[in-house]
């Protein structure tokens, strides 16, 4: 009579010792774990909770040495012989596997990893305290790198974010979700996604022509990230999931702006890569849904934590073409007057207005949308308290302008 034969076609091999990049890997996840780097399954099971793909994650149980029902087993705190046993009578069955607090093989309280899983109601959820707004010019983060924030040409600037950095001190967030753009560092024409969301644990500087600026790297938030990823998926958002990339100075002038020049920055980031480069480009109605969106999926993680959301880029200025040096005060401010008092309707504004009134490059204004739609008021809740406005002409070819809400 034949054996059964197990679902994964490679099974039969004999697993081979990798060389290079996945070797490499499995050595650092063991320096980087410790004690539970030792035991394959408890390392295979961390890689799984951190976003790992089982298909990847097998590449590396095979350069430990471990065939796919050792991995299968030891992730399930089963033996290989227990494992094989269960999948020759049928495998394992969905009765009462199919809901966390079920009582199935497979539940948490049945697995001897599973007590730090078992299924409880969190204590408190997270929640977005404040949306913060700004301009990201690049010469403002030379001008703080080159120390000279205090030259009359950029002393008027940086005094109208003096009480933003008190105000930030007071209200250090756990986690920034950084909306910007990207300026053809981490995308080039070959691949240019409409909504990317960083997910990966850190993110280093780019370097932009000039080698990339003085700043620390970028502690990334991988948890919160993958759930806001899950969630916004589900909700008929198109996000690209980027596991690796370098940040430019959409993502740290705004920091730098907020925070000086430390030595780390206080909080961790997400970022979240919008694409208002190459058209076609987002409308501001479907950033306004998104940042309802992300404000739905961070109100459901289950962790205390305080997050604010950052909308960066604009104001007006267009730096190419016969316009090129375009700046509209008037403009600028009637958005922030909307954006304030009247998103919903602002959210309307088709993009050929945003060029011809704001410039080529004023159409990054409508990152400010996703920020804006995260807000409570939008779900009903009380109108944000405006806690600091600001608008200054000209740094190098921008107008610039700030703005934080806070949520009540």
């Known amino acids: 009579m034949a054996q059964p034969v197990l679902h994964v076609a490679d099974e039969g091999r004999q697993p081979r010792p990798l060389q290079g990049g996945r070797a490499r890997l499995s050595r650092r996840m063991a320096h980087d774990r410790g004690a539970e780097a030792g035991r394959a399954g408890a390392r295979l099971n961390w890689c ?22 050792q991995m ?63 301009s990201h010019v690049p010469a403002i983060g030379a001008a703080i790198d080159l120390k000279k924030t205090g030259e009359a040409y950029w002393q008027p600037l940086f005094a109208g974010y003096e009480y933003s950095k008190e105000w930030m001190k007071e209200n250090t967030p756990d986690v920034i979700f950084l909306v910007y753009n990207d300026h053809a560092t981490a995308f080039s024409l070959d691949m240019i996604p409409t909504f990317a969301i960083g997910t990966a644990a850190e993110f280093m500087p780019a370097d932009e022509g000039y080698g990339p600026r003085p700043v620390p790297k970028v502690i990334g938030h991988p948890e919160l990230a993958s759930h806001i990823a899950q969630s916004v998926i589900q909700d008929d958002f198109d996000l690209t999931i980027v596991n690796k990339m370098e940040v430019d100075h959409g993502l740290t002038v705004p920091l730098s702006l907020m925070f000086g020049e430390p030595d780390a920055w206080p909080c961790k980031v997400i970022p979240f890569a919008v694409n208002v480069v190459q058209y076609p480009v987002p409308s501001g109605r479907r950033c306004f849904q998104l940042g309802q969106a992300i404000r ?67 159409i990054e204004l409508v990152m400010w949308l996703i920020a804006r739609g995260a807000m409570s008021d939008i779900q009903g809740g009380p109108a944000p308290t405006v806690k600091h406005r600001f ?5 190098s070819n921008t107008a610039v302008g700030h703005l934080i809400l806070e949520n009540n």
Not at 80 to 100: A, H, Q
Not at 319 to 340: P, T
Not at 391 to 395: D, E, L, N
């Open 48 to 69: 799984m909770r951190t976003g790992g793909n089982i298909y990847f994650l097998a590449k590396i149980g095979a350069t430990d040495g471990l065939s796919f029902q």
């Open 72 to 134: 299968a087993g030891s992730m399930t705190g089963m033996t290989e012989e227990e494992y094989r046993d269960m999948m020759i009578k049928g495998g394992r069955s969905p009765e009462g596997n199919r809901y966390l607090g079920e009582d199935g093989d497979a539940q948490p309280q049945h697995q001897p990893q599973g007590a730090a899983g078992k299924n409880k109601e969190p204590d408190s959820m997270a929640k977005i305290s404040a949306s913060f707004y700004t």
């Open 296 to 362: 739905k999926a961070v109100a459901c993680f289950d962790d205390d934590i305080k997050v604010q959301i950052w909308g960066t880029g604009g104001m007006s200025h267009q730096l190419q073409g016969a316009r090129a040096g375009l700046l509209n005060r008037e403009w600028d401010n009637a958005f922030l007057d909307r954006l304030i008092a009247d998103p919903a309707g602002l959210s309307e504004v088709p993009h050929i207005e945003y060029v011809r009134e704001a410039g080529s490059e004023g």
């Open 391 to 395: 608008y200054h002409i000209p740094a």
